[in-house]
């Protein structure tokens, strides 16, 4: 069962990413604050929910939170200052801009840089122990989704809306065949060896 909140601070956000490992697209991160009395029975680390079960949970978090934001950090970012920057600047650009100021700031896994002298804390799979943390998770990767879905129409041949940038066969297959996009983050390794790149 998961836990409504770490410390003892009454505003306390949880903050999670989506999409660090994908070969394309933004990484995509969510904050939330919810109220001591939210309560869902289904809710839980976005990777252990199926599809149907986030799309349910979406607006019921965005009902139910006292504050909740999502921030995009787009591959031209992620290659400049690489995908763990990326990813702590994502979830700063998500707390920065809750309509309500956190007073601890609780982290899935354990890597985060200090945020405007909140204090924070990191918790290894946070998102299936903590209820902010699973929100923010449900959060990241809906919306993350939604946007792969968007730009799936300019470049149908890489089937984001189904792999929604992660390293499928089908997706390096096609950048094999095709070539890259401005979607695509050129500080990855987009082919493995058997499968080399001309560029």
């Known amino acids: 069962m998961l836990k409504f ?3 003892n601070f009454s505003i306390e956000c949880g903050t999670d990413e989506a999409g660090r490992g994908c070969l394309s697209g933004p990484v995509t991160a969510a904050a939330v604050i919810l ?3 939210f309560k869902n029975s289904i809710l839980n680390d976005s990777k252990q929910v199926s599809e149907k079960k986030r799309d349910f949970l ?24 690489n995908i763990l920057n990326a990813s702590i600047l994502a979830m700063h650009k998500a707390i920065e801009t809750l309509k309500t100021k956190p007073e ?4 899935d896994g354990n890597r985060f840089k200090p945020f405007q002298n ?14 902010s943390i699973a929100a923010a998770s449900i959060l990241a990767k809906t919306y993350r989704d939604e946007y792969m879905k968007s730009i799936h129409d300019e470049f149908p ?3 984001w809306n189904q792999n929604k940038g992660y390293p499928t066969k089908a997706h390096r297959l096609a950048i094999k065949e095709y070539g890259i996009t401005e979607y ?5 390794r987009l082919l493995p060896e058997q499968l080399k790149l001309e560029l």
Do not use: C, W
């Open 5 to 7: 909140n770490f410390s």
């Open 35 to 37: 109220p001591k009395d």
């Open 58 to 81: 979406r607006p019921y978090i965005e009902e139910h939170a006292l504050a909740y934001s999502v921030a995009h950090v787009f591959p031209e970012t992620i290659d400049k200052i």
């Open 104 to 107: 601890f700031i609780i982290v």
């Open 118 to 131: 909140i204090p924070s804390k990191t918790i290894i799979k946070g998102d299936s122990k903590y209820l």
């Open 157 to 159: 041949m890489y089937q």
């Open 184 to 188: 695509h983050r050129k500080s990855f």
